[in-house]
């Protein structure tokens, strides 16, 4: 199995931008479908962007898309989501997660998952 480690989350002030990392170890990374996810306090875990196995296809939720880019390195292993034009209510804890079979546009089927990076954003 997949082993996935979130880091680069932190403290930022509103507009400002942030880049999250997931280091993979135990597979190859090609081999999988990546994804984020947010979960903010009292809410519900929610979808945030995915990319395939190779990187050429990408998919975003909506409240996202134009500012957060997801993209991969599959020599080193890693995913990242830049993060940019932050806003407060981005604030959340961000997970990493990973499937070995399906599409970037389906969103309740990933397999493995990271221990989250806290993100904040004020105001």
């Known amino acids: 199995q997949v082993q996935l480690v979130e880091s680069g989350g932190g403290l930022v002030q509103a507009g400002g931008s942030l880049r999250l990392s997931c280091a993979a170890s135990?597979?190859?990374?090609?081999?999988?479908?990546m994804g984020w996810f947010l979960q903010a306090p009292g809410k519900e875990r929610e979808f945030v962007a995915a990319?395939?196995?190779?990187?050429?296809?990408?998919y975003y939720a909506d409240s996202v898309k134009g500012r957060f880019t997801v993209s991969r390195d599959n020599s080193k292993n890693t995913v990242y989501l830049q993060m940019n034009s932050l806003k407060p209510e981005d604030t959340a804890v961000y997970y990493c997660?990973?499937?070995?079979?399906?599409?970037?546009?389906?969103?309740?089927?990933?397999?493995?998952w990271g221990q989250g990076t806290q993100v904040t954003v004020s105001s």
């Open positions: 990319i395939s196995k190779t990187g050429g296809t990408t």
């Open positions: 997660t990973a499937k070995r079979y399906g599409s970037v546009l389906q969103s309740d089927d990933y397999t493995y």
């Open positions: 135990g597979r190859t990374l090609s081999n999988y479908v």
